[in-house]
């Protein structure tokens, strides 16, 4: 989004109110500081009565009011929910469930992504829209339908499948050869035999296929299809307003589409922050990271949080009071240049009538939330926009890979309690909880501006990714892969030669056989002198090049000895690998052992309980302290610099942070040492 200053706002449904309350509504948002409003988000069965029949003037009515009060506008298309005389005149439109089962209308994404009558009625409302509206100043950026999520299991699905994959494998030769067909008698004579895979074909249960590969190349042609929608109203949309800005809402860490590939096609990413009563402060910034990873370390917008409380949870806590503005400020330390909320005014029917608004059925500014609020809202308007596109300067990253995560979730074995997200998770909280900025990254992303790189469960490489690691230890990085890692190629197909595979000659270790610990047991290892868990598996390897790094390998079982973290020189850098997962201390350990070999340290140091994030411009580098515990704490800053919150100078030295509190110091280009990150 093009503005000045941090926008404020979020999403406003008035269609689910009488207009004459409209005023009063815009009122209350001037009065707690609101800049932009995302509209007609789920509109198209007002806009589209009828299939030739187009009606926009209660949203002219809305825009203009936007407008007086001189407030942005995130235009949405609304073709997240189609209108009830689409489903009765097309019913094919309709998804089909994953028992085979075609959907009535109801519900949002209902909507079979590969319809032709769905992707030709969503392009032409978006292009109509943008016809209706391209002169309008006031909008900012174009919303395209919303959180796109699920999948479908239909006619039109099976055979858009088919047309996927010929043009991916071109022949049935290639394609039995890459699933590997011969498995259980699963040769292809002709395209037509092949079926989308569901309960009706290969699946055993929801979470458990016969034939992973198909399942991986379904989830790959799914997303490949959600996002094919979007491109057809973004083109709609260019083609009325060629610089128009566009984008959707994002939702973390979603395994059903591959936002790496998603962002490619977005002019800015944009995400829903709605973490659950327990998520952590590190598990809620691993998703801030990655939406700020998608696209080479680009700023991002906060699209939507709740300010207050969200309805799909067990249990719907309040945010507590500073929550809400610490969890807003935490966004824009991580590279947010907005802060959003979903809602304006909170519904009064629908299933999320008691999701938090700013707005609440009482309808006055006398409520908490809208008194917290008011006064972020001040805040922000005081803020400015002095961290505008700034940008993280990480030098430490974590590999992440849909595809990987896709092929992880497809295997059958070796533990029900091997998992991709929680793994990855342990290793950005250890980094996260030392203060250090670390990016999610492709491994098709450039990595030479790393000085250390993670991959833990690297399950799946494909040739050009081993390559990529090669040049990157060959250059003096350090990369560290973890058990379960070099197992299959891109086409799920298990590698001969040893694992990792791929990474085999890198890593300096070849593996023979992984033992699967069950839930409740342990082996043990040595590292510096301290004792750690050994979780989940343990790999059996043999040293080929690279030293062991521990004292003593695994302490127990019949493969005792076996070494559990290994080092391989490789070029300039070098490449460890460790056998197993551990303990939340062990991370930590051994991570804090190897930023240090990296020369990567803490952007400040802080008391545990306390996040420290940079952001850098061409204005300086803005330091952003938050403190999520509920007493005083202390951070130490080596440098002079300016509080933007306060509008004081800070003198070098310990300062202390309160209970829930964000300070914001900034420090002129210039005057950092070069080694403060």
Same mark, same amino acid.
């Given at each position: 989004?093009?503005?000045?200053?941090?926008?404020?706002?979020?999403?406003?449904?008035?269609?689910?109110?009488?207009?004459?309350?409209?005023?009063?509504?815009?009122?209350?948002?001037?009065?707690?500081?609101?800049?932009?409003?995302?509209?007609?988000?789920?509109?198209?069965?007002?806009?589209?009565?009828?299939?030739?029949?187009?009606?926009?003037?209660?949203?002219?009515?809305?825009?203009?009011?936007?407008?007086?009060?001189?407030?942005?506008?995130?235009?949405?298309?609304?073709?997240?929910?189609?209108?009830?005389?689409?489903? =009765?005149?097309?019913? @094919?439109?309709?998804?089909?469930?994953?028992?085979?089962?075609?959907?009535?209308?109801?519900?949002?994404?209902?909507?079979?992504?590969?319809?032709?009558?769905?992707?030709?009625?969503?392009?032409?409302?978006?292009? =109509?829209?943008?016809?209706?509206?391209?002169?309008?100043?006031?909008?900012?950026?174009?919303?395209?339908?919303?959180?796109?999520?699920?999948?479908?299991?239909?006619?039109?699905?099976?055979?858009?499948?088919?047309?996927?994959?010929?043009?991916?494998?071109?022949?049935?030769?290639?394609?039995?050869?890459?699933?590997?067909?011969?498995?259980?008698?699963?040769?292809?004579?002709?395209?037509?035999?092949?079926?989308?895979?569901?309960?009706?074909? @290969?699946?055993?249960?929801?979470?458990?296929?016969?034939?992973?590969?198909?399942?991986?190349?379904?989830?790959?042609?799914?997303?490949?299809?959600?996002?094919?929608?979007?491109?057809?109203?973004?083109?709609?949309?260019?083609?009325?307003?060629?610089?128009?800005? +566009?984008?959707?809402?994002?939702?973390?860490?979603?395994? /059903?589409?591959?936002?790496?590939?998603?962002?490619?096609?977005?002019?800015?990413?944009?995400?829903?922050?709605?973490?659950?009563?327990?998520?952590?402060?590190?598990?809620?910034?691993?998703?801030?990271?990655?939406?700020?990873?998608?696209?080479?370390?680009?700023?991002?917008?906060?699209?939507?949080?709740?300010?207050?409380?969200?309805?799909?949870?067990?249990?719907?806590?309040?945010?507590?009071?500073?929550?809400?503005?610490?969890?807003?400020?935490?966004?824009?330390?991580?590279?947010?240049?907005?802060?959003?909320?979903?809602?304006?005014?909170?519904?009064?029917?629908?299933?999320?009538?008691?999701?938090?608004?700013?707005?609440?059925?009482?309808? !006055?500014?006398?409520?908490?939330?809208?008194?917290?609020?008011?006064?972020?809202?001040?805040?922000?308007?005081?803020?400015?926009?002095?961290?505008?596109?700034?940008?993280?300067?990480?030098?430490?990253?974590?590999?992440?890979?849909?595809?990987?995560?896709?092929?992880?979730?497809?295997?059958?074995?070796?533990?029900?309690?091997?998992?991709?997200?929680?793994?990855?998770?342990?290793?950005?909280?250890?980094?996260?909880?030392?203060?250090?900025?670390?990016?999610?990254?492709?491994?098709?992303?450039?990595?030479?501006?790393?000085?250390?790189?993670?991959?833990?469960?690297?399950?799946?490489?494909?040739?050009?990714?081993?390559?990529?690691?090669?040049?990157?230890?060959?250059?003096?990085?350090?990369?560290?892969? !973890?058990?379960?890692?070099?197992?299959?190629?891109?086409?799920?197909?298990?590698?001969?030669?040893?694992?990792?595979?791929?990474?085999?000659?890198?890593?300096?270790?070849?593996?023979?056989?992984?033992?699967?610990?069950?839930?409740?047991?342990? /082996?043990?290892?040595?590292?510096?002198?301290?004792?750690?868990?050994?979780?989940?598996?343990?790999?059996?390897?043999?040293?080929?090049?690279?030293?062991?790094?521990?004292?003593?390998?695994?302490?127990?079982?019949?493969?005792?000895?076996?070494?559990?973290?290994?080092? /391989?020189?490789?070029?300039?850098?070098?490449?460890?690998?460790?056998?197993?997962?551990?303990?939340?201390?062990?991370?930590?350990?051994?991570?804090?052992?190897?930023?240090?070999?990296?020369?990567?340290?803490?952007?400040?140091?802080?008391?545990?309980?306390?996040? +420290?994030?940079?952001?850098?411009?061409?204005?300086?580098?803005?330091?952003?302290?938050?403190?999520?515990?509920?007493?005083?704490?202390?951070?130490?800053?080596?440098?002079?610099?300016?509080?933007?919150? =306060?509008? !004081? +100078?800070?003198?070098?030295?310990?300062?202390?942070?309160?209970?829930?509190?964000?300070?914001?110091?900034?420090?002129?280009?210039?005057?950092?040492?070069?080694?403060?990150?």
């Amino acid at each position: 989004m093009k503005t000045d200053q941090i926008l404020y706002g979020g999403d406003y449904n008035p269609e689910q109110w009488p207009e004459d309350i409209w005023p009063e509504d815009m009122r209350l948002m001037k009065e707690a500081g609101v800049n932009i409003l995302t509209l007609n988000v789920f509109s198209w069965a007002a806009l589209q009565p009828a299939e030739e029949v187009y009606d926009f003037r209660r949203l002219d009515r809305v825009l203009a009011l936007a407008k007086e009060n001189g407030m942005q506008v995130c235009m949405a298309t609304s073709t997240a929910a189609h209108p009830a005389w689409m489903a =009765k005149k097309y019913p @094919e439109i309709l998804r089909t469930d994953f028992g085979g089962i075609r959907r009535k209308f109801g519900g949002r994404h209902n909507s079979c992504p590969n319809s032709a009558v769905y992707r030709t009625m969503a392009a032409r409302l978006a292009g =109509k829209l943008a016809e209706h509206y391209k002169e309008e100043t006031c909008i900012t950026a174009w919303h395209i339908s919303n959180e796109y999520g699920g999948a479908c299991y239909c006619e039109n699905c099976e055979a858009a499948f088919r047309v996927w994959l010929r043009e991916k494998y071109h022949t049935l030769d290639a394609l039995n050869a890459a699933w590997d067909t011969a498995v259980w008698s699963h040769t292809f004579y002709d395209w037509d035999e092949i079926v989308l895979p569901d309960t009706r074909s @290969e699946y055993i249960d929801e979470n458990r296929t016969q034939f992973p590969v198909i399942t991986l190349d379904y989830r790959r042609f799914m997303s490949d299809s959600m996002l094919a929608c979007f491109c057809l109203e973004k083109e709609a949309i260019r083609a009325q307003i060629p610089d128009a800005r +566009v984008t959707t809402n994002f939702m973390g860490f979603y395994e /059903n589409l591959d936002y790496q590939k998603w962002a490619q096609a977005m002019d800015f990413v944009s995400w829903d922050n709605y973490p659950s009563n327990e998520a952590s402060y590190a598990e809620i910034g691993m998703s801030h990271d990655l939406m700020r990873s998608l696209k080479q370390g680009q700023s991002f917008a906060l699209m939507e949080q709740t300010p207050s409380v969200t309805n799909w949870l067990p249990y719907n806590a309040l945010k507590r009071p500073g929550m809400m503005r610490l969890l807003s400020w935490q966004a824009v330390a991580h590279g947010s240049d907005t802060v959003m909320f979903f809602q304006m005014r909170r519904s009064t029917g629908g299933c999320e009538m008691l999701h938090g608004a700013l707005i609440d059925h009482v309808g !006055t500014d006398q409520t908490r939330v809208f008194r917290e609020a008011a006064r972020l809202g001040r805040e922000l308007a005081a803020f400015g926009g002095c961290t505008l596109g700034a940008r993280t300067p990480a030098r430490a990253a974590i590999l992440f890979s849909w595809e990987n995560w896709w092929a992880i979730d497809a295997c059958a074995g070796p533990s029900q309690d091997l998992s991709y997200l929680p793994e990855v998770q342990n290793y950005y909280t250890a980094l996260r909880e030392m203060n250090i900025d670390t990016d999610l990254i492709s491994p098709g992303d450039d990595l030479s501006k790393y000085r250390l790189i993670l991959a833990p469960y690297w399950f799946m490489v494909k040739e050009e990714w081993a390559e990529a690691a090669r040049a990157f230890v060959s250059g003096g990085g350090i990369l560290v892969i !973890t058990c379960f890692s070099g197992i299959v190629d891109e086409n799920d197909l298990a590698v001969t030669g040893g694992y990792p595979g791929k990474l085999k000659n890198l890593a300096g270790i070849w593996v023979e056989e992984s033992d699967a610990l069950p839930e409740g047991t342990e /082996n043990s290892f040595l590292y510096q002198g301290n004792r750690y868990p050994a979780r989940i598996l343990c790999d059996l390897l043999h040293l080929s090049g690279a030293a062991q790094m521990d004292l003593g390998g695994f302490e127990r079982d019949f493969y005792r000895g076996c070494p559990v973290i290994t080092r /391989n020189l490789y070029g300039s850098g070098a490449c460890w690998y460790i056998a197993t997962t551990s303990s939340r201390q062990f991370y930590h350990d051994f991570l804090q052992d190897l930023c240090g070999q990296a020369g990567i340290r803490p952007v400040l140091t802080a008391s545990e309980g306390v996040e +420290v994030t940079c952001r850098e411009n061409e204005g300086g580098r803005y330091y952003f302290i938050l403190n999520y515990t509920d007493r005083a704490q202390t951070v130490y800053c080596p440098w002079e610099t300016e509080d933007l919150l =306060k509008h !004081t +100078v800070c003198p070098a030295g310990i300062m202390e942070i309160k209970a829930k509190d964000v300070m914001i110091l900034r420090q002129e280009t210039g005057k950092q040492e070069p080694a403060a990150i």
